[in-house]
């Protein structure tokens, strides 16, 4: 019986974090982090490799996992990492509030399909068998929960009482974050679900991510067109870079008004172009085939 062995994604994870943190560290004359975001990061990543490496077989897993598949999901949890820590964590949670909003497109736009896209189906499949879980997973993939859960999150998080208290309570920030990730990965799970059965039909699909950046473009648009700064916190926060207050607002609202919508155009015009194949396709293979008789040959 062959020794099981633990997945290489969990090595290349945890060297290359180690390797972010050092060379940053020496780079920028310090890195920060919390204990709890190494050690987050670090345990997914543990779970992951086992659950794709020693423990595939019994999940249900038949064959081993596409490279470029776990690679995809490795490289969300740096970006994850990146994000979190270090010069982005600085600037968005003591200088700037457009640093911070590049902070929440990474760990809502872009992490989060990057781990739906890098989890295997059958690991899903696996996870869905308990009846609750399979309940509770049909409930918020419907199209316009999943919508209002990630939409509604989004939105609420930054008004500004609940968004000031992000930057005065370590708690409520670490809170925001997690409900930032979790209900971005619902609001992708329509599209992105790893396991195709569980998505809606695929027009569907591209209906849904038509609707889906308008709620962030609307709060990105209110952010940029108010003529006074809405989070006190940035107008007393030292200078930097040049940029006054009113001016890095209206920067971080334009963030979350156009280059946000942008990866939501380009996931639509990837599903546009699958689906047009996929129609082809089946065109194609409808084609009538005029059987061959002695009459037809001669």
Same mark, same amino acid.
């Given at each position: 019986?062959?020794?099981? /062995?633990?997945?290489?994604?969990?090595?290349?994870?945890? #060297?290359?974090?180690?390797?972010?943190?050092?060379?940053?560290?020496?780079?920028?004359?310090?890195?920060?982090?919390?204990?709890?975001?190494?050690?987050?990061?670090?345990?997914?990543?543990?779970?992951?490799?086992?659950?794709?490496?020693?423990?595939?077989?019994?999940?249900?897993?038949?064959?081993?996992?596409?490279?470029?598949?776990?690679?995809?999901?490795?490289?969300?949890?740096?970006?994850?990492?990146?994000?979190?820590?270090?010069?982005?964590?600085?600037?968005?949670?003591?200088?700037?509030?457009?640093?911070?909003?590049?902070?929440?497109?990474? #760990?809502?736009?872009?992490?989060?399909?990057?781990?739906?896209?890098?989890?295997?189906?059958?690991?899903?499949?696996?996870?869905?068998?308990?009846?609750?879980?399979?309940?509770?997973?049909?409930?918020?993939?419907?199209?316009?929960?999943?919508?209002?859960?990630?939409?509604?999150?989004?939105?609420?998080?930054?008004?500004?009482?609940?968004?000031?208290?992000?930057?005065?309570?370590?708690?409520?920030?670490?809170?925001?974050?997690?409900?930032?990730?979790?209900?971005?990965? #619902?609001?992708?799970?329509?599209?992105?679900?790893?396991?195709?059965?569980?998505?809606?039909?695929?027009?569907?699909?591209?209906?849904?991510?038509?609707?889906?950046?308008?709620?962030?473009?609307?709060?990105?648009?209110?952010?940029?067109?108010?003529?006074?700064?809405?989070?006190?916190?940035?107008?007393?926060?030292? /200078?930097?870079?040049?940029?006054?207050?009113?001016?890095?607002?209206? #920067?971080?609202?334009?963030?979350?008004?156009?280059?946000?919508?942008?990866?939501?155009?380009?996931?639509?015009?990837?599903?546009?172009?699958?689906?047009?194949?996929?129609?082809?396709?089946?065109?194609?293979?409808?084609?009538?085939?005029?059987?061959?008789?002695?009459?037809?040959?001669?």
């Amino acid at each position: 019986m062959p020794r099981s /062995r633990i997945h290489p994604s969990l090595a290349i994870g945890l #060297i290359s974090m180690a390797v972010i943190y050092f060379v940053g560290d020496a780079a920028f004359d310090g890195w920060s982090t919390h204990v709890s975001i190494p050690l987050g990061i670090g345990g997914l990543l543990a779970g992951y490799a086992a659950c794709i490496g020693p423990w595939r077989a019994r999940l249900g897993g038949s064959a081993p996992v596409p490279r470029e598949q776990w690679l995809c999901f490795v490289t969300a949890c740096l970006i994850l990492f990146v994000s979190l820590t270090g010069p982005i964590h600085d600037i968005s949670d003591s200088y700037l509030f457009s640093g911070h909003m590049v902070q929440h497109l990474l #760990i809502t736009l872009l992490v989060p399909p990057m781990l739906l896209i890098g989890t295997p189906d059958w690991l899903v499949r696996r996870a869905l068998r308990p009846a609750p879980l399979a309940r509770l997973e049909r409930l918020l993939a419907t199209p316009l929960v999943a919508y209002l859960v990630f939409s509604g999150t989004v939105a609420v998080w930054h008004l500004p009482a609940l968004y000031n208290s992000t930057l005065i309570r370590l708690e409520v920030h670490v809170a925001e974050h997690l409900l930032f990730i979790v209900t971005a990965v #619902i609001g992708w799970w329509p599209v992105l679900a790893p396991a195709r059965e569980l998505r809606p039909k695929i027009a569907f699909q591209m209906v849904y991510l038509l609707l889906l950046p308008f709620p962030m473009k609307i709060v990105g648009m209110l952010i940029t067109l108010s003529d006074s700064v809405l989070y006190p916190a940035y107008a007393i926060a030292p /200078r930097i870079w040049g940029l006054d207050p009113l001016a890095d607002q209206q #920067i971080g609202g334009i963030m979350m008004w156009v280059p946000a919508g942008f990866v939501f155009w380009v996931t639509l015009a990837a599903h546009f172009f699958r689906w047009y194949g996929d129609s082809r396709s089946q065109d194609l293979g409808e084609v009538n085939v005029v059987p061959l008789t002695r009459e037809r040959v001669l």
